[in-house]
């Protein structure tokens, strides 16, 4: 079954706690990106790749750090996490053909951070 | 600088009949608009799409138009399910050289009512 998968769908954590957000696809997409929900904002993009050790800022990178060191894997690090990073996080994937037509998304992570 | 306005938060519809959700977008550039549906604890799913060389796309229930001129576009849902009950984003991108990324607007809860 085709899928974006995170871990974990929930996470509490500590100011300052380094933590990091897995994302996996299974379709052989080159482009992956990270987008957070908040409400009254909808979704705003965190980082994205275009493949292999490519990867780039999206709308709001800061805190954040991203590495694509294998096509299948796109993880979200937060390094010194803090309150305001308190959001539903989602990883997308697609396939590159000329625009990005359908993303894919995963569940989403919850992220709490004390 | 929002370049996608979803401007009606919510929407309630009595089931059957149709359901009108409205996005307008700033951006000239934009070139490629999708619409996505999102439900409660899973991550957004991808509904339909339109190129701005159309002003119009039908996939079953579902029709998008498009009104460039206007910049804005519509997503029609007739008739009414209760399964369409969920969260509607619109996005936009464009294909420059070197641009997939897509723009998000803040997204339209619709409850369908039976």
């Known amino acids: 079954e085709a899928q974006v998968t995170q871990n974990p769908r929930y996470l509490i954590t500590v100011t300052g706690k380094k933590l990091t957000v897995t994302c996996s696809q299974n379709?052989?997409?080159?482009?992956m990106s990270w987008y957070r929900q908040d409400p009254g904002l909808g979704l705003r993009q965190i980082y994205y790749?275009?493949?292999?050790?490519?990867?780039d800022k999206g709308d709001v990178p800061e805190g954040y750090k991203v590495s694509r060191k294998e096509k299948r894997n796109f993880p979200l690090i937060l390094e010194s996490p803090s309150p305001n990073q308190t959001s539903l996080y989602f990883c997308?994937?697609?396939?590159?053909?000329?625009?990005?037509?359908?993303?894919?998304f995963g569940s989403g992570t919850q992220l709490s951070v004390l | 600088d929002q370049q996608v306005k979803q401007n009606s938060p919510s929407l309630s519809v009595q089931e059957g009949r149709i359901s009108i959700l409205n996005c307008d977008y700033t951006?000239?550039?934009?070139?490629?608009f999708l619409w996505y549906k999102k439900y409660p604890a899973e991550g957004p799913t991808f509904l339909i799409s339109?190129?701005?060389?159309?002003d119009k796309n039908e996939d079953g229930r579902f029709t998008v138009f498009l009104n460039k001129s206007a910049k804005h576009l519509s997503l029609h849902i007739v008739p009414s399910q209760p399964g369409d009950s969920a969260v509607y984003f619109c996005?936009?991108?464009?294909?420059?050289?070197?641009?997939?990324?897509?723009?998000f607007g803040k997204g339209t809860k619709l409850s369908v009512i039976p």
């Open positions: 790749s275009m493949n292999v050790e490519v990867t």
């Open positions: 951006n000239s550039m934009f070139d490629y």
């Open positions: 997308a994937s697609s396939s590159l053909t000329g625009v990005v037509e359908k993303l894919f």
């Open positions: 996005a936009a991108s464009y294909s420059g050289a070197g641009s997939y990324q897509l723009t």
């Open positions: 339109i190129s701005s060389i159309k």
């Open positions: 379709m052989n997409h080159e482009y």
